[in-house]
């Protein structure tokens, strides 16, 4: 399996700033992720706190 270049810490802090109110397309973009990359993590890493 490939290593990931974003650590756990940095995908639950995604999350939230999504649960806020910022946009899928801009989180993505900060990250350098693809917007289905980040709903999988949001299936998996929901309800987790940093």
Known sequence: MKKT???ESQI???I???ES???TADICRELGV???T???WKKKYAG???
């Open 48 to 50: 987790m706190h940093s």
């Open 12 to 14: 639950v802090s995604a």
């Open 5 to 7: 270049r974003i650590r």
């Open 21 to 23: 109110g910022k946009s």
């Open 16 to 18: 939230k700033q999504h």
């Open 38 to 40: 980040f709903y999988n």
């Open 34 to 36: 693809h917007q289905a």
